[in-house]
């Protein structure tokens, strides 16, 4: 995908619309603090038993009206979520033109720029505190470490939505490239040592929903398929490729006050061609399957007040739940216990809106297992295997 | 005496629905004049982002907090506001919806869906009365 030529192109795009159409330009946005407070790990910065403060956000949203069928929509996103800088990213930017509609609501729309993966219920709106009440999104699907490669596509997509009597359907596909430039992306795949550039082959998205408003039903199956090449920088690390293929299944029933929900996640990982040292001495498996599952309960006490509980689970390699084989692999080396390849973790969690637009959010997250935790502010070779982790945010809505 | 009482009941249920009826209104472009239930419940869901005739909807809403749009949300679309605001945010925040336009009053309501071509939006029964350029929805039942 030629993702270097169509995003420029859609910003030229968005930038004359702006300057020359007569719509109103819509602009909305977001800006959060929050204060942590952790035992045993590091999240949210360095707060491991102080309060750390490490976790603000302010994203900008810009929608314009071009005409009746073409659209342009972009979001600005300044993040600081550990004791690193802060960094300013182009969260989305798209042109959407509708491509076709018929008289029973049947309708395609073409998307083109950088555009929010379609991964399970929420990767789509996973910075956007109002579209959802967490203040972590489940760690088993949701994994913060990957949110880089599993954000958004520089590309192209079609989306084709069906009304039936009961159910609507939605079909997302989209092809093009991860956004890699993040160094975190490399450390997520090869670990801080391996030294070197990644860079995309095509990779695409696709997502089936389908949602029954009326009885409150909403059931879904994402896959993505990503391509990357590795050139090394270290000797005796060869240049390889990397593919992975994540599929998450989703399941939805909101009553009147109670919600429940379950997502389960398959992701296969496979390293080509990285040496014999990369296969020996790196990573315990070079083929293997990650595991991952939550439930999840909310209940709406009022519109404004609202709760939730989650347990979810992330297995590194299915094949290794345990991860007493990668304990064993690293022992002679490394010596990096078995915890660092699971995490199981148990949520509790409350939102309310205090007023029209701030809106407060509280979450305690226990987790065994090191498998999810952030890797800045966490040493390569910490010890403790259980995270107390509390976070209360504030979210102002404008 | 339980005729008596449920006869009570039903009374204030019918008393308090006819205090709390909302209508659905649209602009007179969008060329519709009646939506079962479904489709409204689409339409404000932002399922459904197109007019038949082709001219996108614009949603129309109260603030968040104001009563009559709970009563809608709850009366009209049977799910508690909070799901609305949700699903408006998850649409708009990632550039695939318009966002909602937001108003403070009823008059506001009124005079943005009268002017914009595509807007629906909802209003007490009470306030009622033949405006410019805008249709009163007849509601099915599917």
């Not at chain 1, 030529?5 to 719509?23: D, E, G, N, R, Y």
């Not at chain 1, 205090?354 to 959010?361: G, H, M, P, Q, R």
Request: net charge neutral.
């Amino acid at each position: 995908m030629q993702q270097n030529k169509l995003l420029p192109m859609t910003a030229i795009a968005f930038a004359l619309s702006c300057s020359q159409s007569a719509h109103a330009l819509n602009i909305h946005g977001f800006a959060s603090q929050g204060f942590s407070y952790s035992e045993g790990n590091n999240w949210f910065g360095k707060s491991d038993g102080k309060l750390s403060t490490d976790n603000t956000q302010l994203g900008v949203s810009m929608f314009d009206q071009i005409n009746p069928n073409l659209s342009l929509a972009a979001q600005g996103l300044i993040q600081k979520t550990s004791s690193d800088n802060a960094e300013a990213s182009l969260d989305y930017l798209r042109a959407n033109y509708h491509l076709y509609r018929n008289q029973q609501g049947d309708t395609v729309n073409l998307v083109l720029g950088r555009i929010k993966n379609n991964i399970g219920l929420y990767n789509s709106s996973r910075d956007v505190p109002s579209a959802h009440d967490f203040t972590l999104l489940p760690q088993s699907i949701y994994i913060d470490r990957n949110r880089e490669l599993l954000l958004s596509s520089d590309g192209v997509g079609i989306s084709y939505s069906k009304m039936s009597n009961q159910w609507n359907h939605q079909v997302n596909l989209q092809g093009g490239c991860p956004n890699l430039s993040s160094d975190k992306v490399r450390i997520g795949l090869l670990t801080e040592s391996i030294k070197g550039d990644l860079s995309c082959k095509p990779s695409f998205n696709i997502q089936y929903m389908a949602e029954d408003m009326n009885h409150g039903y909403k059931l879904g199956l994402s896959y993505v398929k990503a391509t990357m090449e590795f050139s090394s920088d270290m000797p005796g690390i060869e240049d390889g490729s990397i593919m992975i293929d994540y599929w998450v299944a989703s399941a939805q029933k909101a009553y009147e006050q109670l919600t429940l929900t379950a997502e389960y996640g398959l992701r296969h990982m496979r390293y080509h061609n990285f040496g014999a040292y990369f296969n020996d001495y790196v990573l315990p498996a070079t083929d293997f399957w990650s595991q991952s599952t939550y439930l999840q309960a909310e209940y709406a006490f009022t519109s404004h007040l609202r709760a939730y509980a989650r347990y979810d689970v992330y297995y590194t390699n299915k094949a290794d739940k345990s991860g007493d084989q990668a304990q064993a692999f690293y022992s002679g080396t490394q010596g990096i216990p078995n915890h660092y390849f699971y995490s199981k973790m148990q949520t509790l969690g409350l939102a309310h809106n205090l007023t029209e637009n701030w809106l407060l959010k509280a979450e305690y997250k226990r987790i065994d297992g090191r498998a999810v935790l952030p890797y800045v502010d966490n040493t390569a070779t910490g010890s403790e295997a259980i995270t107390d982790l509390y976070v209360l945010t504030a979210h102002y809505l404008f | 005496m339980r005729l008596r009482l449920f006869s009570l009941a039903l009374l204030m249920g019918l008393l308090g629905s006819i205090a709390q009826a909302q209508t659905i209104i649209v602009n007179a472009e969008t060329d519709v004049t009646q939506l079962d239930n479904r489709t409204i419940k689409s339409l404000f869901f932002q399922r459904v982002r197109y007019w038949p005739n082709g001219i996108p909807v614009t949603i129309v809403a109260l603030e968040r907090t104001t009563p009559l749009h709970e009563e809608f949300s709850k009366n009209i679309l049977k799910v508690l506001p909070f799901r609305l605001e949700s699903t408006w945010s998850k649409l708009s925040f990632t550039g695939v919806a318009k966002p909602v336009v937001r108003v403070n009053s009823v008059s506001e309501m009124l005079s943005i869906v009268s002017s914009t071509p595509g807007a629906i939006g909802y209003i007490d029964e009470e306030t009622k009365t033949s405006e410019p350029n805008i249709v009163f929805i007849s509601r099915g039942e599917s």
